[in-house]
């Protein structure tokens, strides 16, 4: 149980392009989802939080209008990188929250490339 | 602020050798730790997790133990194995009601037969 899925699993994109990236909580409902950027080598940081029915919660540094968070229901929160350009190239991961102890399970990560 | 402390990588061990893997954290109040691993081309999987002071997670043979002295969750495993390679990430999560985790910058794990 409690298994994450993102899709596409990879995406190289031109620059100037959007790309929507999508996170689902397969056998679970979560009101919370959080969406993460890995650096090459480095560690994962948090981006935004994703709340179901509402808006987002950006950490201090991330655009919420480059990133755009949608959390439309309690099964699927979707990251469109707007106008995306080479700096974006990254690893995206999400998780969603479940249980007692609010643990968050991580999906398998989206890479994104920008040409 | 709030961070995470991990040796960096890579770590190289020969099968059935002693890991540690150091972690130290700094954090107001009352944080859990957590030790993720990320096996190749995989998505984050929760290790195991120690919520108070003395406690004491176990998982798959793995260890940590959270002391609140040295402000550190050392990972160890007495004998690895070369399926342990791995990428692995210490975290804290702040106390509060908060469901934010903050991760160390991970230690890869390479075991060779």
């Known amino acids: 149980g409690a298994v994450v899925s993102q899709h596409p699993s990879r995406v190289i994109c031109k620059s100037g392009t959007s790309v929507k990236i999508e996170c689902r909580s397969l056998?679970?409902?979560?009101?919370?989802m959080f969406w993460y950027r890995q650096f090459p080598k480095k560690s994962l940081m948090l981006m935004a939080t994703?709340?179901?029915?509402?808006?987002?919660?950006?950490e201090q540094g991330v655009e919420k209008d480059k990133f755009l968070i949608n959390h439309a229901s309690l099964t699927l929160s979707t990251l469109t990188v707007t106008s995306a350009h080479p700096e974006d190239s990254s690893f995206y991961i999400c998780?969603?929250?479940?249980?007692?102890?609010?643990?968050?399970?991580f999906g398998p990560g989206t890479r994104l490339t920008v040409l | 602020g709030n961070s995470v402390t991990q040796m960096e990588g890579p770590v190289t061990l020969s099968e059935e050798a002693f890991l540690t893997i150091n972690c130290t954290y700094t954090?107001?109040?009352?944080?859990?730790l957590f030790w993720y691993v990320q096996y190749p081309g995989e998505g984050l999987q929760l290790l195991l997790k120690?919520?108070?002071?003395?406690d004491k997670g176990s998982n798959k043979g793995f260890e940590a133990t959270y002391r609140k002295e040295t402000t550190s969750f050392h990972l160890e495993k007495g004998s690895v194995q070369v399926s342990d390679s791995a990428v692995y990430f210490c975290?804290?999560?702040?106390?509060?009601?908060?469901?934010?985790?903050?991760f160390g910058a991970g230690t890869r794990l390479a075991v060779h037969p």
């Open positions: 954090a107001t109040g009352y944080p859990s």
């Open positions: 975290a804290l999560r702040l106390s509060g009601g908060y469901n934010k985790l903050i």
């Open positions: 994703s709340n179901e029915g509402s808006k987002a919660t950006y």
């Open positions: 120690a919520t108070k002071a003395d």
């Open positions: 998780s969603a929250v479940a249980g007692a102890d609010n643990e968050q399970f």
């Open positions: 056998d679970f409902q979560a009101t919370t």
